[in-house]
């Protein structure tokens, strides 16, 4: 029988052809979209944590409470100490220290007279230390634009943007105006020894990178840090565990009322991050439930159709004995099989937009000009094992559920009328 | 053979709904086939023929009255088991739209076979052997759409025989036929209902199939007006 029916779905165009355009194109849609989707996410929430959050996040409460503002002089202190005890406690965990400071760049000419200033957005890392992994971690190599990563101390990256809005070239002198930890005035001048950008309009705007020694110095942090940041060995964010190290981090500080006692965030408490991470586990499956019912319909509508050009079929079918349910059955296993056919072809289409989105990306860099959200200019798709299957399920289920709606009309229609389709 | 009642038709009426009342399509009729007639049920247009058959087929329940086919009441049947009457021991034979377009020839005549669960051997040599009856085993790969009218009803012919079914229902076969193939077609049935002894009812305002009937029953709106036995000139070959 199966046979016999496949034949027939080969065979006749009209019953086949339409109904996995249908699905193809959902399927595709459903691919590819939620592909698409995640790749943005999930490199989003990359960038987040790479250049922001980290996977884990260490500041004094008073810092977490303002720490859009980097209030240096609410910064830890003794990380040294803080530092070690969290690689000994927490060794799966990468840790790095970072410093955030705002202030004015200063671009002086050839006489000491000011040509420009603009504001900065600065960022110590340890640069010149081999394993902290950060000029990997920040992409750095693949980001300068002219010259190179700094190389020893009062050496700056800026960001390419800023370095042309304030005509600076590689090797001049810029100085930086702001304020130490102890709330006095400081001045400091740093050779360019390159440009960066990141692809990221928050990032490359107001760029300063320099080593950490250089900032402690400049802002008067000896042995101090903004933030000390945890990034997984996996280079993943895995929520539970990442729970469990901050749980078991903050116990230590629970019973503290020291203000500037550190506490630990992880990347899901960060930035809002909880609702990003939330939406990439449900893409794939709120893609499905919504073509699911857009396809059931759409193939609800087109089996109708169908259905009422083929009770001609049925009326000859129960004429040779089969029973309305037999035929409501085949109905249902051809619509399976127009289902998986339909699906394999969506499938096929949308791992092939998946690949090539995930290969060359779409430029956004244009529209994202304005915005300070750490967001790659680039956005890519991600391809993920579950898509090779996922499809299948809208695919499977609308085609099921439209011929099951479709197909009610045998069920309420009396068998003779049914038959009324064979005179003429 | 037997001749016990194949068919017992008893104070059968059929009402239809229409608007607001009801339409009678048959009204009071009793009477009984007997096992290998072939017979006919003759009567103008709207008179109750098709109406007659559908529920001798079982494709339709009477609204008074009790139709007992093969011993069966049609009225208490289930679906599944109307559906396995038809399956095992009905052949049906419309007008038009008789087969399966996506299927040939073959296939057409095979699908009841399959709904029987025959095996592919006893398929095939089933098939081909209904398709000997009526002239059509070398149109065997063909497609409805590539066979004529004439053709396509003696297709109809095999797949209702293949199964070597007790009672053939034909609801006017020739109606669109031309004289030469409807001669060739109603001979065809004859033929078998000699050698395979099986029952054929027909329905029909054809004088040349009545011209081949055992049997005539004239319906005027809905009842009996006439029953007539018949010794036809073919009654021997
Ligand atoms: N489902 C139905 N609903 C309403 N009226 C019906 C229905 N089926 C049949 N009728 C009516 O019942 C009457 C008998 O119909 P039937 O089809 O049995 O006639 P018939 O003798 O086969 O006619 P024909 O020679 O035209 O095929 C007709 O007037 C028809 O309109
Ligand atoms: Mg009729």
């Keep these: 029988m199966i046979k016999f029916l496949v034949k027939a779905i080969l065979r006749d165009k009209n019953r086949s052809l339409l109904p996995i355009i249908v699905i193809s194109i959902g399927v595709f849609l459903t691919i590819s979209l939620s592909g698409y989707l995640r790749g943005v996410m999930g490199d989003m929430i990359d960038q987040t944590a790479r250049f922001e959050t980290g996977h884990l996040k260490v500041m004094t409460r008073a810092y977490a409470g303002n720490k859009d503002q980097m209030p240096n002089d609410l910064a830890l202190l003794g990380v040294n100490e803080l530092t070690q005890s969290l690689r000994k406690e927490f060794p799966n965990y990468q840790w790095v220290e970072r410093i955030r400071f705002g202030g004015l760049i200063d671009a002086p000419d050839a006489e000491g007279e000011s040509k420009g200033q603009g504001p900065s957005a600065g960022l110590a890392i340890e640069l010149f230390s081999d394993n902290s992994g950060e000029v990997e971690r920040l992409n750095i190599p693949h980001s300068i634009v002219s010259g190179r990563i700094p190389q020893k101390a009062k050496e700056a990256l800026i960001g390419d943007e800023f370095a042309r809005k304030l005509k600076l070239d590689i090797g001049d002198e810029i100085t930086y105006l702001g304020t130490t930890m102890n709330g006095s005035m400081t001045m400091e001048s740093f050779t360019i020894s390159g440009t960066v950008r990141f692809g990221m309009a928050a990032m490359d705007k107001g760029a300063v990178i320099i080593d950490i020694s250089d900032a402690r110095n400049m802002l008067d942090m000896e042995n101090g840090a903004g933030e000390i940041l945890g990034f997984s060995d996996e280079g993943v964010y895995f929520d539970e565990t990442a729970k469990q190290t901050e749980q078991a981090f903050n116990a230590y500080y629970a019973n503290s009322n020291d203000t500037f006692a550190p506490v630990m965030f992880r990347l899901r408490e960060q930035n809002n991050m909880a609702n990003y991470l939330d939406y990439v586990d449900s893409f794939a499956s709120m893609f499905v439930v919504i073509f699911v019912i857009i396809m059931s319909v759409v193939l609800w509508n087109t089996g109708l159709i169908g259905g009422l050009r083929r009770y001609q079929e049925f009326g000859i079918r129960l004429a040779l004995g089969e029973s309305k349910g037999h035929i409501y059955r085949t109905l249902l296993t051809e619509a399976v099989l127009v289902g998986i056919l339909g699906s394999l072809a969506g499938t096929s289409l949308g791992l092939a937009a998946v690949l090539y989105l995930q290969v060359h990306g779409i430029d956004i860099s244009g529209m994202m000009s304005g915005t300070t959200m750490m967001m790659p200019s680039v956005l890519r798709a991600k391809f993920t094992t579950d898509l090779l299957y996922i499809g299948f399920i809208p695919g499977v289920a609308a085609m099921v559920a439209g011929n099951m709606l479709s197909g009610i009309g045998i069920y309420k229609r009396e068998t003779a009328t049914l038959f009324k389709e064979l005179e003429v | ?237």
């Design chain 2, 1 to 237: 053979m037997s001749h016990e009642n194949i068919i017992s038709i008893e104070h059968v009426s059929k009402r239809f709904p229409v608007g607001d009342g009801e339409f009678t399509a048959l009204s009071d009729i009793t009477i009984y086939f007997r096992r290998g007639e072939f017979a006919g049920v003759v009567g103008p247009s709207g008179s109750g023929k098709t109406t007659l058959l559908n529920i001798i087929g079982s494709l339709d329940t009477p609204t008074e009255g009790t139709a007992v086919v093969m011993g069966r009441n049609i009225s208490n049947l289930s679906h599944k088991e109307s559906a396995r009457l038809r399956n095992m021991h009905l052949g049906f034979i419309f007008q038009v739209y008789n087969l399966l377009p996506v299927y040939t020839v073959f296939e057409n005549v095979e699908f009841a076979l399959i709904l029987q669960h025959k095996s592919a051997a006893e398929r095939k040599k089933a098939v081909m052997e209904a398709l000997e009856w009526v002239g059509m085993a070398g149109m065997a790969r063909k497609k409805p759409s590539k066979i004529s009218g004439g053709e396509g009803q003696r297709v109809a012919i095999a797949r209702a025989m293949v199964k070597r079914p007790d009672l053939v229902l034909a609801d006017e076969p020739t109606a669109n036929l031309d004289a030469k193939n409807a001669h060739a077609i109603i001979q065809t049935m004859k033929n078998l209902n000699r050698e395979l002894h099986t029952t054929f009812l027909f329905s029909t305002h054809d004088e040349k199939v009545m011209s081949y009937l055992d049997r005539m029953v004239h319906l005027e709106d809905g009842k009996v007006a006439k029953d007539e036995f018949i010794k036809t000139k073919t009654t021997k070959p």
